[in-house]
């Protein structure tokens, strides 16, 4: 019984950990409008933007593909290889709410595990459309 019981706490963790949306932190998120006034203000503080899903461009971003597709790690890694570790970087995919989207946490899981300490994920709660789009933000 104790087997039993071991058994299905240690699946039970696994599944949270794999299926379940993560929960960031506030210090995780850059909202909309700050990355919207950086971006239209020319900031020389502007982050790097990746794209990693299958919508449309804000201003600046670079259109990096799902973050679920098989070569995406390799394709991250190989496009910030000469980049600062200190550069504050931005991932957003805006198909869904960034907190249950697919591609948003392998490719902040990407980012970390290269180093990049200032990663941040735009916080798109509904998605890109309702919550980039329609505010007039800045798009390709």
């Given at each position: ?5 071991a058994?299905?706490f240690?699946?039970?963790g696994?599944y949270n950990?794999?299926f379940?949306?993560p ?8 909202s909309t409008?700050e990355?919207?006034?950086?971006i ?10 990746f794209?990693?899903?299958?919508m ?9 593909g ?15 290889a ?5 550069k504050?970087?931005?991932v957003y ?12 946490k392998?490719?902040?899981?990407v ?8 990663t ?8 890109i459309?309702?919550?980039?789009v329609?505010?007039g933000?800045?798009?390709?």
């Amino acid at each position: 019984m104790k087997v039993l019981f071991a058994l299905v706490f240690i699946c039970s963790g696994l599944y949270n950990s794999i299926f379940q949306a993560p929960t960031w932190k506030k210090e995780q998120l850059m909202s909309t409008k700050e990355l919207a006034d950086k971006i239209t203000a020319n900031a020389k503080d502007k982050p790097l933007i990746f794209n990693v899903g299958p919508m449309d461009n804000i201003k600046g971003a670079v259109a990096m593909g799902a973050a679920t597709n098989i070569t995406f790690a390799d394709k991250m890694k190989s496009t910030l290889a000469m980049e600062n570790k200190t550069k504050a970087v931005v991932v957003y995919c805006g198909c869904c709410s960034y907190s249950s989207c697919p591609n948003i946490k392998p490719a902040y899981d990407v980012l970390i595990a290269q180093g990049f300490k200032n990663t941040k994920v735009l916080e798109l709660p509904e998605g890109i459309k309702p919550d980039w789009v329609a505010k007039g933000y800045p798009m390709e």
